[in-house]
């Protein structure tokens, strides 16, 4: 059996071999791309605890992408005064869905006495935001 698989190794001329390794690392590269691409769109962890997996299935890319930035950028850690005694603040846990939005104005949040506050977008900036959003998806798409 040996001997037959490297008779048939021997055979391919070296341009069908050139080819195959070629369409084998375009298969590679081009499934790696993809997953890396989809991985950025995929959705922050913190809304599982909001929605299904059947709903968060049925989402679109701008569905996605404008829930990530409600639970990573829809507020902004306010460092304005330097605070040498203030515990650092972990961004990447803080669940904005637990707290209710100003109509108009910034609301501000503590997580840690003393700290440095949070303000929460107000929810006139988030529309503002959620359509850019859109906007830019929609027109990168066309």
């Known amino acids: 059996m040996k001997n037959l698989i490297n008779a048939y190794i021997c055979k391919l001329n070296s341009f069908k071999v050139k080819h195959l390794i070629l369409v084998i690392l375009t298969v590679v590269l081009g499934n790696a791309v993809n997953g890396q691409s989809n991985q950025s769109q995929s959705l922050d962890s913190r809304a599982y605890s909001y929605y299904t997996s059947e709903q968060v299935a049925a989402m679109d890319e701008v569905t996605v992408a404008q829930l990530n930035f409600v639970f990573r950028n829809s507020y902004v850690l306010n460092n304005e005064k330097p605070c040498d005694v203030c515990p650092t ?3 990447s846990t803080f669940n904005v869905y637990d707290y209710t939005r100003e109509l108009n104005t910034r609301k501000r949040v503590y997580l840690t006495n003393p700290g440095n506050p949070i303000d929460i977008l ?4 988030l529309e503002i935001e959620l359509e ?11």
């Open 132 to 142: 850019r959003i859109k906007n830019e998806i929609l027109s990168s798409s066309h």
């Open 122 to 125: 107000s929810s006139q900036e």
């Open 89 to 91: 603040v972990d961004l």
